[in-house]
C-alpha cells in the first residue's frame, strides 16, 4: 500500500501508544547507510503496579538487556526511527508491518486477526532447546528424564548461548539481503569446520528446523571416529535427510556450498582454514571462535620499541600474540569485504575460549585508512600471518 515514511510511522507509534491493545513490536534489520548498537529489539506491554508499561528488550547479537519505561510519543518515534528495515506491531485486532527500503520509501503491510495481550512481566528465562530435546539426550548433555546432567551444565550453557547469538543473527543478515531467504528447495547451507562432537552443529540444526527455517548442515571434521559417531547420532535422530557429517580436513574439504560457516574452537591455523575456506566459497556469515594461537606466536621476535615492555613477561606476551591473531583475522575479513565484530561468545566462567569473530559478508570495499593500518601493522612486527598466505590473491586483489 503506498504511503510516505512519515505516515506509517506516525501510524505505528499511534499503535504502540495504545497500551490497552498492544501486543508485542518488534524491529530488526539495519537500514541502509544507518549504524545500529542493537541487532534486534522487542518492545511488549507490562503491567507494574497498576499501570501498563512498555518493556524494552535490546538484544545486541550476544546478550538481552531489558527496561522498563513510560516511553511518550516523541520517544517512541525516535526508536522507530533509528535505523531499523523492519517494524512490526500487532495490536489485538491485528498487525501492521512496515520494510523500508534502501530508498527510504515505506512499504507497509496489514493483517487482520485475533491477538492476545500478556501484560505479565516477571516471567523466567525462555530455554531456545529444552532440555528434553532429543539430541541433548543422544549427545549425553541431558538424562534419559530430560533433566540437564551436572556435570554437563557449562556445556548446555555453551549451547544455549551459541544459538542465542546464531538466531538474531541469521535473522539480521536475511533482513539486510546478506542472506537468502531459505525454502525447502534451497535450504540454508550451514558449515561446520572442525565439528568436532557436533554439540552445536546439531544445536544450530535442530533449533533452526524448530522455528521453521529449512536447512541443510555439513559438518566437517578430519577425525573418522567423530564421523561415524556422528551419523550414528543423526540416525537415532532421524534427521539424516537435512544434516550430514564428513572425515575431511578443513583444508581439502570437497564441500562448496555454504551461506554460513560455523568454526568454533579449531586449534591454531585450522581457525585460519576454516576462514579461508569460508571467504573463497563466499559465505554470507561467518562465526568463529578461536582456540590456541600459536602461529602468531612463534612469530614474536622482531618486537617494535616499545612493546618490549610487555613481550619480555611470558604470559603477557602469549596474551598479546592472542589479540595480534584475532585483530589481523578481523582485518583481513574487512578489507575482503565483511563487516566483522569481536565479541563476547560466552562468559569467561564457562569457558576460558570465549571469543568469538561474527563476520557478514556486505561486499563493502576497503578503505585506504584500513589497508595502510594492515599493511603498517605487519611490517611493524615483521609478521606472515598463516591467513593471509591462505587468501593471497584475495588480499592481493583488495589491497591493490
Same mark, same amino acid.
Not at 544507518?34 to 507490562?46: C, G, M, N, S
Not at 539480521?172 to 547451507?189: D, E, I, V
Not at 547420532?233 to 581439502?252: C, P
Not at 565479541?343 to 576460558?352: D, K, L, S, V, Y
Given at each position: 500500500?503506498?504511503?510516505?515514511?512519515?505516515? *506509517?510511522?506516525?501510524?505505528?507509534?499511534?499503535?504502540?501508544?495504545?497500551?490497552?491493545?498492544?501486543?508485542?513490536?518488534?524491529?530488526?534489520?539495519?537500514?541502509?547507510?544507518?549504524?545500529?548498537?542493537?541487532?534486534?529489539?522487542? !518492545? +511488549?506491554?507490562?503491567?507494574?503496579?497498576?499501570?501498563?508499561?512498555?518493556?524494552?528488550?535490546?538484544?545486541?547479537?550476544?546478550?538481552?538487556?531489558?527496561?522498563?519505561?513510560?516511553?511518550?510519543?516523541?520517544? !517512541?518515534?525516535?526508536?522507530?526511527?533509528?535505523?531499523?528495515?523492519?517494524?512490526?506491531?500487532?495490536?489485538?485486532?491485528?498487525?501492521?508491518?512496515?520494510?523500508?527500503? +534502501?530508498?527510504?520509501?515505506? %512499504?507497509?503491510?496489514?493483517? +487482520?486477526?485475533?491477538?492476545?495481550?500478556?501484560?505479565?512481566?516477571?516471567?523466567? +528465562?525462555?530455554?531456545?532447546?529444552?532440555?528434553?530435546?532429543?539430541?541433548?539426550?543422544?549427545?549425553?548433555?541431558?538424562?534419559?528424564?530430560?533433566?540437564?546432567?551436572?556435570?554437563? %551444565?557449562?556445556?548446555?550453557?555453551?549451547?544455549?548461548?551459541?544459538?542465542?547469538?546464531?538466531?538474531?543473527?541469521?535473522?539480521? $543478515?536475511?533482513? *539486510?539481503?546478506?542472506?537468502?531467504?531459505?525454502?525447502?528447495?534451497?535450504?540454508?547451507?550451514?558449515?561446520?569446520?572442525?565439528?568436532?562432537?557436533?554439540?552445536?552443529?546439531? *544445536?544450530?540444526?535442530?533449533?533452526?528446523?524448530?522455528?521453521?527455517?529449512?536447512?541443510?548442515?555439513?559438518?566437517?571434521?578430519?577425525?573418522?571416529?567423530?564421523?561415524?559417531?556422528?551419523?550414528?547420532? *543423526?540416525?537415532?535422530?532421524?534427521?539424516?535427510?537435512?544434516?550430514?557429517?564428513?572425515?575431511?580436513?578443513? $583444508?581439502?574439504?570437497?564441500?562448496?556450498?555454504?551461506?554460513?560457516?560455523?568454526?568454533?574452537?579449531?586449534?591454531?591455523?585450522?581457525?585460519?582454514?576454516?576462514?579461508?575456506?569460508?571467504?573463497?566459497?563466499?559465505?554470507?556469515?561467518?562465526?568463529?571462535?578461536?582456540?590456541?594461537?600459536?602461529?602468531?606466536?612463534?612469530?614474536?621476535?622482531?618486537?617494535?620499541?616499545?612493546?618490549?615492555?610487555?613481550?619480555?613477561?611470558?604470559?603477557?606476551?602469549?596474551?598479546?600474540?592472542?589479540?595480534?591473531?584475532?585483530? !589481523?583475522?578481523?582485518?583481513?575479513?574487512?578489507?575482503?569485504?565483511?563487516?566483522?565484530?569481536?565479541?563476547?561468545?560466552?562468559?569467561?566462567?564457562?569457558?576460558?575460549?570465549?571469543?568469538?569473530?561474527?563476520?557478514?559478508?556486505?561486499?563493502?570495499?576497503?578503505?585506504?585508512?584500513?589497508?595502510?593500518?594492515?599493511?603498517?601493522?605487519?611490517?611493524?612486527?615483521?609478521? $606472515?600471518?598463516?591467513? $593471509?598466505?591462505?587468501?593471497?590473491?584475495?588480499?592481493?586483489?583488495?589491497?591493490?
Amino acid at each position: 500500500m503506498p504511503t510516505t515514511l512519515d505516515s *506509517a510511522l506516525a501510524e505505528l507509534v499511534e499503535a504502540i501508544s495504545n497500551r490497552d491493545s498492544l501486543v508485542r513490536c518488534v524491529l530488526s534489520g539495519r537500514r541502509r547507510n544507518f549504524e545500529l548498537a542493537t541487532e534486534r529489539i522487542d !518492545i +511488549k506491554p507490562v503491567l507494574i503496579k497498576g499501570s501498563i508499561l512498555l518493556q524494552i528488550m535490546e538484544n545486541d547479537g550476544v546478550r538481552t538487556t531489558t527496561r522498563n519505561a513510560d516511553l511518550a510519543p516523541v520517544e !517512541i518515534h525516535s526508536l522507530l526511527n533509528s535505523g531499523f528495515a523492519n517494524l512490526l506491531v500487532e495490536s489485538t485486532s491485528g498487525s501492521i508491518s512496515l520494510r523500508i527500503t +534502501k530508498k527510504g520509501e515505506a %512499504q507497509v503491510h496489514y493483517e +487482520k486477526r485475533e491477538l492476545v495481550q500478556n501484560l505479565e512481566h516477571d516471567r523466567k +528465562k525462555k530455554r531456545l532447546l529444552d532440555s528434553a530435546d532429543p539430541f541433548l539426550i543422544e549427545v549425553g548433555i541431558s538424562d534419559n528424564k530430560g533433566v540437564v546432567k551436572p556435570s554437563r %551444565q557449562d556445556k548446555f550453557k555453551q549451547v544455549e548461548e551459541f544459538l542465542r547469538l546464531l538466531a538474531p543473527t541469521v535473522e539480521s $543478515a536475511m533482513s *539486510a539481503g546478506h542472506l537468502h531467504q531459505p525454502t525447502a528447495s534451497k535450504p540454508l547451507s550451514i558449515v561446520d569446520l572442525g565439528c568436532g562432537h557436533a554439540y552445536l552443529t546439531l *544445536a544450530a540444526h535442530q533449533y533452526l528446523r524448530a522455528i521453521n527455517t529449512p536447512v541443510h548442515v555439513v559438518g566437517i571434521d578430519i577425525r573418522e571416529e567423530s564421523r561415524a559417531r556422528n551419523e550414528k547420532i *543423526a540416525e537415532s535422530l532421524g534427521i539424516s535427510h537435512s544434516i550430514e557429517f564428513r572425515a575431511e580436513e578443513i $583444508a581439502a574439504t570437497t564441500k562448496t556450498e555454504v551461506d554460513v560457516a560455523i568454526a568454533l574452537h579449531a586449534c591454531d591455523t585450522a581457525t585460519d582454514d576454516a576462514l579461508a575456506w569460508a571467504v573463497k566459497n563466499g559465505a554470507g556469515l561467518i562465526l568463529a571462535a578461536p582456540c590456541c594461537h600459536h602461529d602468531i606466536q612463534r612469530q614474536l621476535s622482531e618486537i617494535p620499541e616499545p612493546w618490549s615492555i610487555v613481550t619480555k613477561q611470558g604470559i603477557l606476551k602469549e596474551r598479546l600474540g592472542d589479540i595480534l591473531t584475532d585483530a !589481523i583475522r578481523c582485518q583481513i575479513l574487512r578489507l575482503l569485504g565483511y563487516r566483522v565484530e569481536a565479541i563476547e561468545f560466552i562468559g569467561g566462567e564457562h569457558t576460558p575460549r570465549n571469543l568469538m569473530i561474527r563476520a557478514v559478508k556486505t561486499g563493502a570495499v576497503p578503505e585506504r585508512v584500513d589497508i595502510d593500518r594492515y599493511k603498517s601493522l605487519i611490517e611493524q612486527w615483521q609478521l $606472515a600471518p598463516y591467513l $593471509a598466505t591462505a587468501l593471497k590473491a584475495e588480499l592481493a586483489s583488495a589491497l591493490g
